[in-house]
T-cell receptor, first 113, second 111 residues
Framework: GAGVSQSPRYKVAKRGQDVALRCDPISGHVSLFWYQQALGQGPEFLTYFQNEAQLDKSGLPSDRFFAERPEGSVSTLKIQRTQQEDSAVYLC???????????FGSGTRLTVV | DAKTTQPPSMDCAEGRAANLPCNHSTISGNEYVYWYRQIHSQGPQYIIHGLKNNETNEMASLIITEDRKSSTLILPHATLRDTAVYYCIVSKGGSQGNLIFGKGTKLSVKP
């Protein structure tokens, strides 16, 4: 597609529930990033993929967070046993690599109740 | 922590040039200066980036000082749709290109 697509756009989860957030990057984009954005704050880095390889997961806040990109295209961010502090907008970005700018999706707003 | 310093907010009159400053005094030689903006309820949008030379595209111009310790993003004719939070980021790009966002500058374009 023309842009980065994320689904669902909104997700409400009960505390303790597992959730899966999907990102469809721009076709051919090698690099894929996940960010978390709390209300009123700038986005914070979670993890980075180059093709199917997860090269950096230093930003994942706990072992409840897991991301994958098995075929080097679509990526899924999974959060197990969600907690209220996980409430945020989760942003996905992709890039052709190098010094090029990233294209961000519109994000998934997760609300844990 | 973000390696840039930006004013928290700025106002600009519609049709006038908006000049957004950014300090990045600790930038290293292989780091680029990137600008993104985020309109309410949308993901960040890439605007422009540069290494040493000034850059211009259809959206904006980027002026980088000779010592590279500061830069200015210029929107030549601001419109109401340019109201957004503008982020100045320094990054090496590529596989080391994790972007570290600060708080940015909230630009309000007023009629």
């Amino acid at each position: 597609g023309a842009g980065v697509s994320q689904s669902p756009r909104y997700k409400v989860a009960k505390r303790g529930q597992d959730v899966a957030l999907r990102c469809d990057p721009i076709s051919g984009h090698v690099s894929l990033f996940w960010y978390q954005q709390a209300l009123g704050q700038g986005p914070e880095f979670l993890t980075y993929f180059q093709n199917e390889a997860q090269l950096d997961k230093s930003g994942l806040p706990s072992d409840r967070f897991f991301a994958e990109r098995p075929e080097g295209s679509v990526s899924t961010l999974k959060i197990q046993r969600t907690q209220q502090e996980d409430s945020a907008v989760y942003l996905c970005a992709s890039s052709l690599g190098g010094a090029r700018g990233y294209t961000f999706g519109s994000g998934t707003r997760l609300t844990v109740v | 922590d973000a390696k840039t310093t930006q004013p928290p907010s700025m106002d600009c009159a519609e049709g006038r040039a908006a000049n957004l400053p950014c300090n990045h005094s600790t930038i290293s030689g292989n780091e680029y200066v990137y600008w993104y903006r985020q309109i309410h309820s949308q993901g960040p949008q890439y605007i422009i980036h540069g290494l040493k030379n000034n850059e211009t595209n259809e959206m904006a111009s980027l002026i980088i000082t000779e010592d590279r310790k500061s830069s200015t993003l210029i929107l030549p004719h601001a419109t109401l749709r340019d109201t957004a939070v503008y982020y100045c980021i320094v990054s090496k790009g590529g596989s080391q290109g994790n972007l570290i966002f600060g708080k940015g500058t909230k630009l309000s374009v007023k009629p």
